[in-house]
């Protein structure tokens, strides 16, 4: 068996029983956008489970590089927060920074009692410090839907509430990198 079709198989078997895209994006367009270099997916296994032969996968997050919008009427002095020094590019308002893209975060239901999303969180953000170590950045964010625990977790996790995307009303939360 090659390395793809081991990794197939392990994912085949992923399930997240809360939110549905969470699972097809895994099983249908992680390894697409992996080829297509517009994100990388890491999975978390359990680790004593590995020790004895066995891939289980627990949960995985996928991170990418994307634009984060401002919207019209944002403040100066939060575009400067947020784009580290100027709030003014030429003769406008800056509308636009580069920032890391926390694109989806999911555990699988088999094994949830086995990691809390904390945990996943954690290794999110610590891939993106290694990756902001060699090439900087400041802003992170992730897109959810407009859910009290999902922004309840995405808060206790250090992301602020910045807006609501006016075509697919997903709520945009950032946060800031030391």
Request: aromatic residues 10%; contains cysteine; charged residues 30%.
């Amino acid at each position: 068996m090659t390395s793809e079709e081991k990794v197939s198989e392990v994912i085949s078997v992923f399930k997240c029983e809360k939110d549905p895209d969470i699972e097809n994006f895994l099983k249908e367009k992680a390894a697409i956008y992996e080829r297509k270099a517009k994100s990388r997916t890491y999975l978390v296994f359990d680790e004593e489970a590995m020790l004895a032969g066995e891939f289980k996968l627990l949960a995985y997050f996928a991170i990418a590089m994307q634009t984060l919008k401002i919207p019209e009427g944002t403040s100066p002095s939060q575009i400067r927060r947020l784009e580290g020094l100027y709030s003014r590019k030429g003769d406008g308002m800056i509308t636009e920074i580069p920032a890391f893209l926390i694109g989806q975060l999911g555990k699988n239901s088999l094994y949830a009692d086995k990691i809390t999303g904390d945990a996943v969180m954690d290794y999110a953000i610590s891939v993106i410090f290694r990756v902001q170590e060699l090439i900087g950045g400041r802003v992170v964010f992730v897109e959810c839907q407009d859910k009290t625990r999902l922004i309840d977790f995405y808060s206790r996790n250090g992301f602020r509430v910045f807006r609501q995307d006016p075509e697919d009303k997903l709520i945009q939360m950032v946060r800031l990198l030391k």
